[in-house]
């Protein structure tokens, strides 16, 4: 059965401040590692990351994935009130011919940033 | 260009009572799926359809069924409603079947409550 976990579970910090947000999986047929950012709606997608080492960056926002330890790490440097969301991580992974492929979610990071 | 829309956004239903949630895109994605959250819990595939006529079960399927007839809908059913199933219900679609899986589009959500 495939697994996603996600550390720490809930995290309050002040303006400014920079957070790491911690993903570990076990799947089978590991295809691609994505992260998404939910506020008060539908999750909106932050980064598919696919090769071990390689970062993605998208303004204060970066990850990275490390396919060897199995993990992804999702850090946001000075940190701002509306990054305050629930962050997923989700796990894709082939199924096979008929099935193709599905994501498997963790339980998500809450953060908030308070002023 | 709507995206991903869902109908209901909220429902409440009793014990027993059956309905139909339905999710249509028109962005022409050949994956869909549909995801319940519930708190602390992350988000859980019930079923997803790689394609027009076919569909796969997720990790939660039981007391779900679905139907892809036409490639823009993917519809879920609950045919006899339990207060297990009080949830949020998010539909999502993604454009290809290459390798690796695509982002995934997310619907608003549907707010079930079984009494």
């Known amino acids: 059965e495939d697994k996603v976990v996600q550390s720490p579970l809930s995290l309050v910090v002040h303006e400014g401040d920079t957070v790491t947000l911690n993903c570990s999986y076990e799947?089978?047929?590991?295809?691609?590692l994505l992260w998404y950012k939910q506020e008060k709606k539908a999750p909106t997608f932050l980064f598919m990351l696919?090769?071990?080492?390689i970062e993605k960056k998208s303004g204060r926002l970066s990850s990275i994935l490390d396919k060897k330890e199995l993990f992804s790490i999702l850090n946001i440097t000075a940190t701002q009130t509306g990054d305050s969301a629930v962050y997923l991580c989700?796990?894709?992974?082939?199924?096979?011919?008929?099935?193709?492929?599905?994501?498997?979610f963790g339980e998500g990071t809450q953060l908030t940033v308070n002023p | 260009n709507a995206g991903v829309t869902q109908t209901p956004k909220f429902r409440v239903l009793k014990t027993g009572q059956s309905m139909t949630l339905l999710c249509a895109q028109d962005?022409?994605?050949?994956?869909m799926y549909w995801y319940r959250q519930d708190p602390g819990m992350g988000l859980r595939l019930i079923h997803y359809?790689?394609?027009?006529?076919?569909?796969a079960k997720g990790e939660v399927p039981d007391g779900y069924n679905v139907s892809r007839l036409k490639k823009q809908n993917f519809l879920l059913g609950l045919e006899s409603a339990a207060p297990s199933q009080t949830s949020v219900y998010f539909c999502a679609s993604s454009f290809t079947r290459e390798l690796p899986l695509y982002e995934q589009y997310f619907g608003p959500g549907t707010r079930l409550t079984v009494t």
């Open positions: 962005m022409n994605h050949e994956y």
């Open positions: 989700a796990v894709e992974a082939y199924q096979g011919e008929t099935s193709g492929s599905r994501l498997t």
């Open positions: 359809s790689v394609g027009e006529g076919t569909t």
């Open positions: 696919t090769s071990s080492g």
């Open positions: 799947v089978t047929n590991f295809r691609s």
